[in-house]
């Protein structure tokens, strides 16, 4: 963590912002497998850097009189070229891509089966079912 991210971190839990925003370019220039490893599976290391946020504000920042340490969120930042929606794979899933735009609302992808199997449950006789 850089002086600008400490004091980002410091200026924000004054304001009552916990969160702490960080370029990927400034991951990938210190730790090159940490910045490839978070690309690839964002959902396993996002509450890893996230709690790491959370220690260093309790050691370093947090009061005396402050009995519940704040949860951070990390909000990663790149300036590399945005990929189009239309163009985002399957193969992506899961994975941090840069798309141009504004989030205006947010939910719960649904996977939706393109094949099924069923088995009865007398017989055991299975049967694939394609889904349209």
């Known amino acids: 963590m850089t002086d600008f991210d400490r004091e980002q971190l410091k200026k924000n839990a004054r304001e009552g912002k916990f969160f702490l925003r960080v370029s990927l370019e400034h991951i990938l220039n210190f730790d090159e497998p940490l910045s490839a490893l978070l690309r ?3 959902t396993q290391v996002l509450p890893a850097l996230e709690k790491a946020i959370q220690r260093v504000f309790k050691n370093h920042y947090m009061d005396e009189d402050q009995f519940e340490e704040p949860r951070f969120q990390l909000q990663v930042t790149s300036s590399e070229n945005p990929r189009m929606l239309r163009d985002l ?4 899933m899961g994975q941090l891509v840069v798309v141009p735009g504004i989030v205006t609302a947010a939910s719960k992808t649904m996977i939706k089966s ?8 007398n017989c055991s006789h299975e ?3 394609k889904m349209k």
Not at 89 to 92: A, F, G, P, T, V
Not at 114 to 121: F, P, Q, W
């Open 40 to 42: 690839r599976q964002p």
């Open 89 to 92: 794979q399957s193969n992506l």
């Open 114 to 121: 393109t094949e099924i199997t069923v088995r009865c449950s």
């Open 127 to 129: 049967k694939q079912i």
